[in-house]
Nanobody
Framework: QVQLVESGGGLVQAGGSLRLSCAASGSIFSPNIMKWYRQAPGKQRELVASIGLGSSTNYADSVKGRFTISRDNAKNTVSLQMNSLKPEDTAVYFC?????????WGQGTQVTVSS
């Protein structure tokens, strides 16, 4: 059974930085795609960034130029470097992995940006 474990959330002031990490375990294969989603209180979950096996990336317009997604296929990890954080980035951030066998979610990690 695949498990995704996130780490790195916390409280930061506006303009600051955080780095989120997600480790995937339970499969001998690397995920085809790894993504970060976020969900703010009262809002729908939204895609923040994604990265394929070949490291092609996509970003939500709201985070372009501020967030960087990366992955280490040897370790089956994905990271999200978040710079110039804004209060509107406050949300629970979820790691998401797409395998041939299915899709999996992490438990989420809270990111809070104070103004």
């Amino acid at each position: 059974q695949v498990q995704l474990v996130e780490s790195g959330g916390g409280l930061v002031q506006a303009g600051g930085s955080l780095r989120l990490s997600c480790a995937a375990s339970g499969s001998i294969f690397s995920p085809n795609i790894m993504k970060w989603y976020r969900q703010a209180p009262g809002k729908q979950r939204e895609l923040v960034a994604s990265i394929g096996l070949g490291s092609s990336t996509n970003y939500a317009d709201s985070v372009k130029g501020r967030f960087t997604i990366s992955r280490d296929n040897a370790k089956n990890t994905v990271s999200l470097q978040m710079n110039s954080l804004k209060p509107e980035d406050t949300a629970v951030y979820f790691c998401h992995a797409v395998y041939r066998s299915g899709i999996y979610w992490g438990q989420g990690t809270q990111v809070t940006v104070s103004s």
